[in-house]
């Protein structure tokens, strides 16, 4: 965990701390907690739902309630879910987005040095 994302480790405990109470309840009322694929199929439907709020955005698809609102909700609770799967996974989700943007940043440099006028 780097300096760097600290916001992403605070963010991550966070995260944590929420599913942590989630899954006090899956065991009181489903006697286990969700599995992987479970969480899995939760964050589907949020990233699928996130679809339809764009269109909402663009005037394109009708909803009740404010828009921003739930864009703002959905978003948050998208990056809620990557947390909770890394943690499932045992991936450090702070170094994992540290290395891939690091990765992603020299390779397009490079492209644009590469192409340049």
Known sequence: MTANNSGLVAARD???AVRALYEVLEERFNGKTWSLHELMIGFSNDVGYIGR????????????????AEL???????????????????IDLDEAFTTTMDTIRSGLEKTIERTAP
């Open 53 to 68: 709020l764009l269109l909402a955005n663009d005037g394109t698809w009708g909803i009740d309630g404010d828009v921003d």
């Open 14 to 16: 966070q995260a944590l």
């Open 72 to 90: 703002k909700h959905k978003l948050a609770e998208s990056m809620w879910w990557l947390f909770v799967l890394a943690d499932k996974l045992d």
